[in-house]
């Protein structure tokens, strides 16, 4: 197939993408395409960054095809966020649409200099020659453990390369129904078009629990009211965590990020949180009901180089029996907290 590209089927395409922001259903996952061309428009910001490639059509009329790669964020701590700039003629692979729009979602940039800039963690070269990229501090596979002192207090930093606490959000391969769905759950799902809601549309923020699958760092902070605040670099968002039970807002309404209360269990903070005005268990289409309860486990190893995460989610509205998932965060020194600043894209 020809539209001012050459398709190549992937053999061993890496499922790192975020695959947030309607990226679902976008593009397509199980396949590989390369355009090249002139940058003429580039926006570096979160949730993604953006570009306008000016390319040659199979009759040679130009062909603009849009172009979505990670965030901003994502880019700095690869430390390749200046290393495009409009007017570069470049060489582009990642993933081709899964419609006849001319739009690709980049993991591989040939720079006009010979480098390959990897777009993500945990990729392999494309074209062979020297690369720049996935030498960050995101490619850690192992925490730092020389502050066992800060305990859960600390910044945590997500592994792009590890487990997913939603499987099928990256996974193309995931089989959804493998959930155990009440039969009216499976009839809303059957009815989700994502492209219409568009959950996690451009900076519309999500809700809990598909809050807590975001690729980016978190951080535990104790407030001098004897609370937590978890801040959530995606959205710059804050879920406050109340320790003291009597300080919570009595009959509070019903809220994105719902209402969150903690408790000790040795080391391991436990947060159950209900309330929440948040219709989605996942992005995917999976619904939430107005009875859910989640209720999650943050195990920080006595080193602190890791964090251990468990989500069990009770909704008999949705789910035959509770669902209990799992992922983690390492610990690495240095990683801060970034702005995150979504714009909508013009």
């Not at 009759?59 to 994502?74: A, M, N, R, Y």
């Not at 002192?149 to 099928?168: C, H, N």
């Not at 003291?244 to 947060?271: F, H, I, M, Y």
Request: with cysteine.
């Amino acid at each position: 197939m020809r539209r001012a590209a050459t398709w190549l089927l992937a053999i061993a395409l890496p499922l790192t993408a975020s695959a947030h922001h309607s990226f679902v259903n976008r593009f397509d996952r199980k396949s590989s395409g390369e355009i090249e061309g002139d940058i003429t428009e580039l926006l570096m910001r979160n949730p993604h960054t953006y570009m306008t490639i000016r390319s040659k059509g199979a009759k040679g009329e130009s062909v603009d095809w849009q172009i979505e790669t990670g965030s901003l964020s994502l880019l700095r701590r690869l430390g390749i966020e200046g290393a495009m700039k409009v007017g570069d003629h470049i060489k582009v692979a990642g993933y081709p649409p899964a419609s006849d729009k001319h739009e690709m979602y980049a993991q591989h940039i040939l720079l006009p200099n010979g480098t390959e800039l990897l777009l993500d963690t945990g990729l392999k070269p494309h074209w062979g020659g020297p690369t720049s990229g996935d030498k960050s501090l995101l490619a850690v596979r192992d925490g730092d453990p020389s502050r066992p002192d800060l305990g859960l207090f600390r910044v945590w930093t997500f592994i792009r390369s590890g487990p997913r606490l939603f499987p099928e959000v990256v996974d193309p391969t995931f089989n959804v129904q493998s959930y155990p769905m009440t039969d009216a759950a499976r009839a809303t799902l059957a009815k989700f078009d994502i492209e219409k809601s568009r959950p996690t549309g451009n900076c519309a923020p999500k809700g809990m629990p598909t809050l807590m699958e975001q690729p980016y760092p978190i951080q535990f902070v104790k407030r001098d009211d004897g609370n937590i605040a978890l801040r959530i670099e995606e959205y710059d968002l804050e879920r406050i965590v109340y320790m003291r039970p009597e300080t919570a807002p009595k009959n509070a309404p019903r809220s994105l990020l719902g209402q969150s209360v903690g408790r000790w269990d040795g080391r391991v903070l436990v947060v159950t949180t209900t309330r929440m005005s948040w219709p989605y268990f996942s992005q995917v289409g999976i619904p939430q009901s107005d009875v859910a309860e989640l209720v999650e486990r943050f195990t920080p190893t006595e080193d602190g180089s890791r964090m251990d995460y468990e989500l069990t989610v009770t909704d008999p509205k949705t789910f035959t029996k509770p669902v209990t998932l799992h992922m983690y965060w390492i610990w690495v020194p240095g990683i801060e907290i970034l702005p995150y600043n979504c714009k909508e894209r013009e």
